[in-house]
């Protein structure tokens, strides 16, 4: 190996590495390039130590990528700061980076119950398979608001986020066999629609999205996030 025509030809990339890892503060797309970037350095020091294991560079390039893991990663501080850089730089990341996941699933679950709404609401006698008329007129008049407003609202918040972050927890754990995503995903969106249509096609759709959109749609989107990386695991052990 012509190590100089090596160091010459990656050695923008390896600057511009080194940049990116001192940075306090990356955009998204530095991110990205940082990443991108640190794999690409972390396959040129295993070419360096396989084919022309000299010690300057191969110190040089150990130094590289073990300054941008550390970017990427973190640092092993046990302090607050650690608890701080999860919320505000770690969790947001992996989310970015997970975004066509749960994207897709936001898209693909908001869909099916919007269908699922628009058919009851549209077709009375499709909530009657499920339902009997006096549930019915119960959930129109009184059940669906009384869900909202008969608990104190610290004491309802605890209850919702209790229940989601189970079925988030499920979503995520389940993952690995893809199909019990599918199954929970499809129970929550079904419930949503039947009891959406049920409310729209009274004519109570002002009552429906005022009680339901204040919580549900950030309740909703942790649940996708979940589902998303939930499947994103599961496709892993097909497609490594």
Known sequence: MDLDAYVTEHGGEWRRLEYLSAKH?????????????????????????????????V??????????????????????SVVGRFFTTTFPLAVYRGRAWWATVAVLCTAVSGVIM???????????????DTEIVDIVEAGFV????????????????????????QCLASGILILPVGYLLWVNEFNLGLIG??????????????????????ELMSVYVAAGFGLRIGWSWIAP
Do not use: C
């Open 25 to 57: 503060k990356l955009t998204a797309a530095e991110v990205d390039e940082l990443v991108a970037l640190y794999q690409r350095a972390a396959t040129h020091l295993s070419v360096v130590r396989s084919r022309s294991p000299d010690p300057t560079l």
């Open 59 to 80: 110190s040089r390039l150990s130094r590289l990528v073990l300054g941008a893991r550390s970017a990427i990663t973190g640092g092993r501080t046990r302090s607050w």
């Open 118 to 132: 628009a058919h009851v609401a549209a077709n009375p006698e499709v909530a009657r398979l499920f339902l009997s």
């Open 146 to 169: 009384s869900y909202y407003s008969e608990y104190q609202p610290q004491d309802f918040a605890l209850l919702v986020w209790t229940h989601n972050a189970f079925l988030s927890a």
């Open 197 to 218: 249509g049920i409310m729209i096609g009274n004519g109570r759709a002002d009552v429906f999205f005022t009680h339901i959109l204040p919580h549900g749609l950030l």
